[in-house]
């Protein structure tokens, strides 16, 4: 990556490739696909947190005259297998089996239990009625902290925890313990002036995603199936559901419909093997929609964690140890992103040492999916909480004191490489010179500022590129575009091609017409399946210039390629990509590029923001009355989606930290299921939030591409509750800071 | 292309890959595809075969309530303008327009004039009546001999004869004459014993596909649109609908239907660009579904023509000049298959002296399309009939006669390169073995044999093979299936990769997901789109010798390759196809390979047809009793859609033999546009006709291919037209061969 490239398209704000069909309403979502002779799935869900099945009555069910199919658990008879079950990753695809329809225990209000298919919706709604379940309800484990007590119910009696020193003895809700460290923490704390230590919680907070889960599929007689749905990785919806129905993947086509936002929610299956094996069994299309209520109580929120952190700093602001303890709930099975909250709690900062552990701990509520930056809120919340209260102790500018310990080029990550050039200390200057950071406060007002760090992946992208003879083409991707990333890939190669942006048609291919592509997630999809579209584009260009010289009679080294024209180094013949394009029949055919990669290393990134609230003290509320995010692009391809990721993070951040919570009774039943009692910010909520786009480039993206969606949501958690904190005078541990927890914490204080 | 090869795959019958969709009637077709806030499209057509239009009031349709759009020639005003005339291969793109909505000048009956696009089907075709078009009617030029004529109403009146000694002076519906001549005739036919010469007429015929044509198109308020639609070739309905639309290729998605029969007939545009007009107006989906009367009105029929045929031998059956003079009637504009007609005509011998002469002809007819070996059956038609005449009257059998001068490797054509080894002298041979020929006529029973050449073009083709972590794998190509040529292309790649044929899944992919193929036509497909399928197929097996490489840390030239298996040839290892595609993410991401050629050569080939037939002399009725069809596919990649293809190829020439042709009135009005008057054979009129596959290896596929779906329609003609003449004793030299006209022949005869 040269930083003195000068770049024609990168950077500008272009049109979006797919704004006509979204705001026109053509552009097709998970639910608007039907088929011919098409039937209706739901799904009968449990009414209970955590209990056993004694048994479930079909019959009445059957036999209704409606009812063409119904599903259950014993319809994934090789997962039970003993052969499947010795072989590869077993146990996550038997969780993923037992997630989607439960074996014969329920562990989360709204766990699935069987499937019907009928003729209409609504018979299939009113016929899940007709199945009697028989259950032996247990109680209910819902907090973290409770599942880890030795005497807690235990959800899985043949769990053990896996990472301790020795073997576990007995079933436990901890399915695993990791530790991080790096130095000696205790030589660390006894170099301290001051140490602060505190806990911290947050709550299961879900996505909040717009459009619910969706599916169309369709089983042929022929043993060939096609699943249409809505999610962030078709490609990974077919491996999964193909271990599941126990299919070859090629006999699977699944393609990925447009996306009304997934923030890492739309990464697993729930509905689709279930309407697979419906479709299977009555020989018909099969759709399935999941209600909102759904949608809460049975997909997959983020992590409720209990956080205790302990930091040790000198007066002058050095830091000398950091120390936290992660426990993060998984939900009903294994599998919470304690690991990468670990991994990033304490990683912008280059501090000696460092001591992290981590617990991944099953609870009754519906196991978490992915959650934009999965782990990293949570975990950099206590963190910066506590670097927030030791610059208030020591008195040091908050901005200075993670100056003095910012992490940077060189920087050893407590998780293992050193970090190549970044743009922390960037990003501090930017918000100490900020507008905001210079504004003055008026009574009852605070401001908080935190940093925040993301890796932002590579992984396995897989990219066509097809020339037309007009020189306009296609580009293929498997990336289903969240964010913007189509007009990324069209200016990516527009670049590479020195051919206008609207010449290249970009498009999200389903699972038979591009190669495999990893799940749209770890802000992986500019960094690395644009890494796949530049070596597509590469591809095309070199075959571009040897058709040149096969024109001009000369070899392809004889070529040279400048801004979209190949260049005759023997003379002065000139040819542009429209014109090549138009003769290839006479150089041997029309021209397609590949590009398959595992994109190497990854695009870490930092983020800063700046908040400033209003608290008012008779009620509680909170009102952010100012916010600025500002992050490491590495380099913004379109800057105008580089701001709406940061301003969307901030948005969910800013929920996250004021109103958003999943409500359970003491039963185990979630209670605001919705969207009027899960209340995510409205437009009419916020301020307008302003952006910073710093540009460091990752030298690992020949552009310098690092990967923005994820890193702008870890800030705003601290930022918000300190901002509170400041306005009302009192430390807040516990999110959301919602209007009776501020006025508990107000009259508390006084 | 070495003989020795031995195939695993190739060869076998194995399932088509297809079937499933078409015997569930899953498959959609031209007519099958509707969309949200579609409407519809209908034609108002010419009652007139020629007239000039004084005047198109709109008024009265266009105050209808339920017309959204009306698109008339002044749609096309690019067209129209100087710049886009002067620019390139104009005249065809305004022939087309003008034959896809008539200009000033109506030139058929059933030509287009205006489309309305309504609220419903009924909507649009009553509102038809609402256009008022006020003609001034021109006297019909309804054959081509009339049409020749000095004195003949000139159809276009700027329109040249071309390919004359010296520039034509005047307008003529000549539009362009060729010649082909090697040798002497004149001293060939001054060596002759007998000198046979004949005139003949062929009718004007119809395909006689099933499904009509049938679109529906959508244009976006962005200047995109996409076109579904039952073609042959959806790369060239993008690139002539783009034409006429003034639109850049890249805007225009053509998405090809399954397609219910096309024979040629599928080649070109009639709704495509009308409904896109009518979208664009109307600002919604249209959908355009022709009738059968419309098909047989208004798509492109098979040429009439009229011949001259002169052939001279020496009585030990030596031919010693051949002379041709050909007439094509192109229909109402210029492009009849004269071309391939003049080259095809003498093909089958190795004569030393030929001359050919052609006529290009517009007449108040359809523009006729392609249709199977476009000009090679009635152009050889007329050739065989005097081989056959010639054997009678020198006493030779007709295949010794046929042996004597066949045409064989190294003989030189009338049109160009020399044939490289073909298969015409083993096809006599299997005719004169064959169990047919060795059986007894009876009475009013006779026997015809006659020989056929066709080409079997090469041409663009790409073709990307997509790897699956399991191993399997998606073919994507871009050449209609017409024939079974899915099949073809997953043995191929099977036979190339070395994996199981279930293994691969091929598809026939938009305009947006592979690069650019020709038209499925010539028998291009399964010669050049197979070429391109090994290519990639090969490119992927380049890869998965890397990745070998780089799994065993040795250089690809280090790795063999057999039958699916890398081989480590500095150790023991091996690899098989789908242990590298699994662990392809540890060597650089996932598999894709393409393929994309011009294809050299070509694949010529010769067929012998021997029909039976006995015709009852008092309805003159004739029945085909016995029929063989022999042909040389090079390599008959799946034997059963060879045969298929020779049976279909032998129903179709039977039909155009015995009863199918366009019946006109003095008017020019088309009377039998119906499958009940215009008589394709059914079933139950035919034998089931013995096949017989020769294979002689074509020099220019790597397999050995030829193509194989059209030289089978070039012998029926004359075969059973003289199987007819023995059993009567007339030398039938118009077709059809129809009860009324072989009655005529028996009582003129007595």
Known sequence: MSEAREFKYIGQRTIRPDGYDKVTGRANYGADLSLPGMIWGKILRSPHAHANIKNIDLSKAQAHPDVLAIATYQDFPHVQSEAFQAGEVPTDIIDLARNVLADDKVLYHGHAIAAIAARSESAAQDALSLIEVEYEVLPPVMDVADAMKPEAAVLHNNMFTQGLAEPADKASNIASRMELKKGDVAAGFALADLVVERDFYTPTVHQGYIEPHATTVRFEENGQAMVWCSTQGHFDVRASTAKLLNMPLGKLKVVASEIGGGFGGKTTVYLEPVALILSRKSGKPVKMVMTRDEVFRASGPGSATRSHVKIGAMKDGTITAMQASLCFEAGAFKGSPMGPGCMTVFTPYDVENMYIEGYDVVVNKPKVAAYRAPGAPQAEFAAEMVINEIASKLGIDPIELRLRNAAKEGTQTVYGPKLKRVGLVECLEAAKNSPQYQSALKANQGRGLAAGFWFNIGGLSSVTINMNPDGSGTILEGSPDIGGSRASMQMMAAEELGIPIDQLKPLVADTE??????????????????????????????????????????????????????????????????????????????????????????????????????????????????????????????????????????????????????????????????????????????????????????????????????????????????????????????????????????????
């Open 513 to 750: 017409h591009v190669a495999y592509n990893a799940t749209t997630g770890g802000s992986r999809t500019t960094f690395a399946t644009g890494m796949a579209v530049i070596e597509a584009a590469q591809d095309v260009v070199r075959q571009l210039k040897e058709r040149a010289a096969a024109v001009w009679n000369i070899t392809a080294e004889q070529v040279d390629w400048a801004d979209g024209v190949a260049i005759n180094t023997t003379g002065d013949d000139r040819l542009t990509v429209a014109e090549i394009c138009k003769d290839a029949e006479k150089t041997g055919g029309q021209i397609a590029g590949t590009g398959n990669i595992n994109a190497r290393g990854a695009g870490p990134s930092f983020a800063v923001h700046l908040c400033d609230v209003e608290v008012d003290p008779d009620t509680g509320k909170v009102d952010v009355i100012r916010y600025t995010a500002i992050q490491d692009a590495g380099k913004a391809i379109h800057p105008s989606y580089v701001e709406g990721q940061y301003q969307g993070g901030a948005a969910q951040g800013i929920g996250w930290a004021l109103n958003e919570e999943y409500i359970y009774n003491k039963d185990g039943i979630m209670e605001n299921a919705g969207f009027l009692d899960y209340r995510i910010p409205l437009a009419s909520d916020l301020p307008m939030i302003e952006t910073v786009i710093i540009e460091i480039p990752n030298s690992f993206h020949p552009f310098g591409v690092r990967g923005v969606g994820e890193t702008g949501i870890v800030p705003p958690l601290a930022a918000v509750a300190t901002a509170v904190s400041e306005a009302i005078g009192v430390v807040m541990t516990d999110l959301p800071c919602s209007p009776p927890r501020v006025l508990a914490a107000i009259h508390g204080k006084s």
